[in-house]
């Protein structure tokens, strides 16, 4: 195997280490917090079948921002939607054989990635000129847009223009998975997308994009408004009313 | 106009305009310090630590290891800008640190750079700082320029309430001597003379008959407002300025006669003669938890069966949400209620069973449009179904008044503007925020106003009405235009016995 697959494998081997244990701990982290307070933003469902209505809407849909923003819902949502399916495109490096439903996202999946490198300049051209998000942009902020758009622009350059081995980044991939490791096709623009790739599972767990796993945590969208039916004390609130209460 | 304010007053446009931002321009505003003698009751310091840094750092990770919405909203910020233009403070003061995701980066750049791999290392790639003085400075000043009325999390695509954040770095400046005057203060006044307003039993007692003389000249009744009554069914608990305040009173005195009306027997209670409980603005968990406990020792030192909150906008949001966690069980309480119970939900429920007589007709001089409160509109509810905290209000005035008008839709309900008083702000002292900060109400007032003759708004909570009674005036209308819900029903009530229920059989006889 050539110094690029090998590099490339142990990269991903530790990027796939540091999002998954990162990430764990993060969620292990959310979930422990104790909430000690009722706080949903009501009007709030009154029950746990309203909150799990309420969550899905949020996720799918971008409910608060719709009613927030029509731009950045439409940019935000044309990159998180194109990403989706871009994601589940990607399956097919993943799967052998593939399943016939990402087979039949594969045409989606393709022009998705438009709409997502779209959606995220959208979202660039708003942190630029609008006063206010230019404000409030770190330079992460600006970067994270640039690395998504690259990772973007690299991965459509492949698809419709210049292509790439496929069936070789599969068998890298897959031999990854079943600790069988194969080479990559000695292709620049297919180093840099996944190295890029890497970059951003590493980040993930470290930056805002802890937003993922953040907003299943938001206590003023999951909880249901029910305080006066059900007590709600938390463990050191408890500890607190046995010790002077 | 009263006074001339040292500040320009902005002007109302008839179409709400996003502002250009203009840095620092709210950066003189701030209000007074705690003296040290306010601040050892509470559990805090009395001035600023020496090694303030590092006690404020410390108490930032106590904080996120108490509360999971603050740990959640301070990673899960992505800067989308949603919330930019949402509150009434940045449109009014077109200060950029008063959009709510400025002030939460306040405290997040400090979070980032001392509880965050990224913030550690590389502070000057993700917007991470130090907690310096000038930091905290700005900290005391716009964390004292958010009336956490929560209109923000409505609007956040992960519901990040800044609320949370500002109370959060509000009880972290508490915690190295930097407390404000105003709250803590007044959390004093609760503890050592019963409510907010230092008014001792005797002169309560005395202002209450001076109400009832008032009611029975009016209407020839013996309507009574029992004080520390054992047995009572209701514990009536209402925010002080209900008992002098206008147009607080006006509203005491309609819950005093819608109750005897209804046949109930209600008391107030001197050792919790206050709705009020600023524990929240200051986000003390222990100090909140202590105010509420005093409902609870009155409720069982009355034996009532049942408590009812008066108008008040963020008392209701820690009696309806957090009194209950804070102060429960109440299984010592008639099960048939819930507990508490807005005074709203209780006149509501009469007015359905047909046990009020309302003559709409007596506030016919009134046009009139309903503020909601912050507090109400999106951090509580009133009856069985959400949203019941909007329409229940609205049910009462449209029972009560014949003229009713509701202001923008963009401007009510959830998306209702804070008054521009709340959160513990409601100080002279701070009177330049609390005027700007009125200008989207006011702007949404205007074209009601203008375009359905609307006279009077109407509210539900004691802070909005005494914010507004005072900037009312800086836009050109007058103090009297605010008024209570149940002043309309006190007006409107028809008493059983009274000279209005008289005069009423007359006309129809006649």
Known sequence: MDAASLALTFLYYGAALVLALGLALRIRRYATVPAPLKIPTTPAPTNRIGVVLRMIRELTLFESLFKSNKWIWLFGWMFHFGLLLVLLRHLRYFTDPVWGWVAFLQPYGKYASLMMVLGLLGLWFRRVAVDRVRYISALSDHLMLALLIAIGVTGIAMSFAVGTDVVAVKAFFLGLMWFDWQPLPSDPLLYGHLVLVALLMLIFPFSKLLHAPGMFFSPTRNQADNPRERRHVSAWALKLEKGNG | ?510
């Open chain 2, 1 to 510: 106009m009263a006074e001339q304010p040292a500040f320009d007053i902005p002007e109302l446009k008839p179409y709400p305009v996003i502002p250009k931002l203009v840095e620092d321009a709210m950066a003189h505003s701030q209000p007074f310090v705690a003296k040290s003698d306010f601040q050892g009751p509470l559990g805090f310091p009395g001035e600023l630590v020496d090694d303030w840094q590092d006690v404020a750092v410390k108490k930032m990770g106590e904080l996120t290891d108490r509360y999971r919405s603050l740990q959640v909203f301070l990673d899960s910020c992505v800067k989308c800008g949603a919330c930019t233009d949402k509150c009434h403070y940045y449109l009014g003061t077109t200060d950029p640190k008063n959009m709510p995701v400025a002030r939460q980066d306040l405290f997040r750049k400090v979070y980032r750079r001392h509880y965050t791999f990224a913030g550690k290392y590389l502070p000057w790639l993700v917007g991470a700082e130090d907690l310096t003085e000038e930091v905290l400075d700005d900290w005391y000043k716009y964390f004292h320029q958010c009336s956490q009325c929560r209109r923000c999390s409505v609007y956040c695509p992960y519901g990040i309430d800044t609320a949370e954040i500002s109370m959060a770095a509000r009880e972290v400046m508490d915690s190295i001597g930097k407390g404000q005057k105003y709250c803590n203060e007044i959390i004093g006044k609760v503890h050592t003379i019963g409510n907010n307003l230092g008014l001792p039993e005797p002169a309560l007692v005395d202002t209450l008959e001076g109400l009832e003389e008032e009611i029975e000249e009016d209407t020839g009744v013996a309507v009574k407002f029992p004080v520390d009554q054992k047995g009572a069914d209701i514990l009536l608990v209402t925010p002080s300025a209900d008992f002098f305040a206008e147009p607080h009173v006006d509203g005491l005195i309609g819950y005093a006669k819608v109750l005897h009306e209804a046949g109930l027997s209600w008391t107030l209670s001197s050792h919790a003669s206050e709705a009020a409980n600023f524990g929240m603005f200051i986000g003390s968990y222990e100090n909140m938890r202590k105010v509420a406990l005093r409902i609870r020792e009155a409720a069982l030192d009355l034996g009532v069966k049942r408590i009812v909150f008066g108008e008040c906008g963020h008392a209701w949001r820690v009696a309806y949400s957090f009194l209950n966690t804070l102060a429960g069980p109440f299984d010592f309480l008639d099960p048939n209620y819930p507990v508490p119970q807005h005074i709203c939900e209780v006149t509501h429920g009469l007015i359905q069973e047909g046990k009020l007589r309302l003559d709409k007709s007596q506030n016919d001089d009134m046009v009139m449009t309903y503020h909601d409160s912050c507090n109400v509109a999106r951090a509580s509810r009133m009856g069985d179904v959400p949203g019941g905290q909007f329409t229940i209000p609205r049910d009462i005035i449209r029972a009560s008044c014949n003229h009713f008008y509701d202001m923008p839709a963009d401007t009510v309900r959830e998306a209702t503007y804070c008054c521009g008083g709340g959160g513990g702000l409601l100080t002279d002292d701070l009177i330049e925020l609390r005027v700007k900060g009125a200008l989207p109400r006011m702007e949404a007032l205007k074209q009601v106003v203008d375009d359905h003759g609307v006279t009077h708004m109407a509210a539900i909570c004691a802070i909005c009405k005494s914010q507004f009674a005072k900037v009312l005036t800086y836009y050109g209308f007058q103090m009297d235009q605010i008024v209570s819900v149940h002043q309309l029903v006190s007006n409107a009530i028809v008493l059983t016995g009274s000279e209005q229920e008289k005069e009423a059989e007359l006309s129809e006889a006649a």
